[in-house]
């Protein structure tokens, strides 16, 4: 078994991921979305480049429910943007999801040619961290960044996703890969470690510092939502 990471969603290529599987990684703030969806009742989320994919495939659906960003902030006639906190129950449960963000969205849609992509977050590294370690394939772990920039909380969580499955298995890592394990072994809290990084202070600017303290929580959920056929779920076996 080997991991990989690649450090933005503008370096993925088809032969990097071909036949492989993906950990797709938007910390702040669609994949912490995406699992807070699903874990309070979500039926599915189908994720999108652009604004005008989500309001075409969102004609078919009775009750949908259109989900995004754009630098940061909701889109005009949107139900809910980009902050996990939106997500209540209530308003979600078996409703169908149609989402695009900045960053987020478009990594996903970068993976054609991989065997598996699932979503992570800080939120549900220990889950995803069973799941790769059971399905015993090599990874690569995508870092969606920040407009094409590498983006520190991606990469801490992609490091802290390392770290825990070599305590448990010998792998082969890139040398990406050990740098960033690295990072997450000298991170006492996440936060501290973020300080100063251009994403996290943009979003505190715009005042989503709930919003960062629930993203930058470990093991919130127990789920490991899966991207297939263009949708994403929490059923992984079929």
Do not use: W
């Amino acid at each position: 078994m080997r991991i990989d990471i690649i450090d933005t969603a503008g370096n993925v290529t088809f032969d990097k991921i071909k036949g492989k599987t993906v950990i797709i990684i938007d910390v702040l703030r669609a994949t912490s979305v995406m699992i807070t969806a699903l874990a309070n009742g979500v039926k599915g989320i189908y994720p999108y480049r652009d604004i005008e994919s989500v309001l075409e495939n969102s004609k078919l659906d009775i009750n949908p429910l259109l989900c995004g960003e754009r630098k940061g902030l909701k889109i005009d006639g949107f139900h809910c943007g980009n902050s996990p906190l939106e997500y209540k129950r209530e308003l979600i449960e078996d409703r169908n999801m149609y989402m695009t963000t900045s960053n987020g969205t478009r990594a996903i849609e970068s993976c054609i040619g991989a065997e598996r992509v699932y979503i992570a977050a800080f939120l549900n590294i220990e889950g995803v961290v069973k799941q790769i370690i059971k399905d015993e394939k090599d990874v690569v772990i995508i870092c969606s960044g920040t407009d094409d920039n590498f983006s520190l909380d991606d990469a801490l969580c992609a490091g802290e996703i390392v770290k825990r499955v070599e305590k448990v298995k010998k792998v082969e890592l890139s040398d990406m890969a050990i740098a960033l394990r690295k990072i997450a072994e000298n991170s006492k809290e996440v936060c501290d470690t973020l300080e100063g990084t251009k994403h996290y202070e943009y979003l505190k600017r715009l005042g989503f510092i709930e919003d960062l303290k629930y993203c930058l929580s470990m093991d919130k959920y127990d789920i490991v939502p899966i991207y297939r056929n263009g949708k994403i779920t929490i059923n992984i076996e079929n």
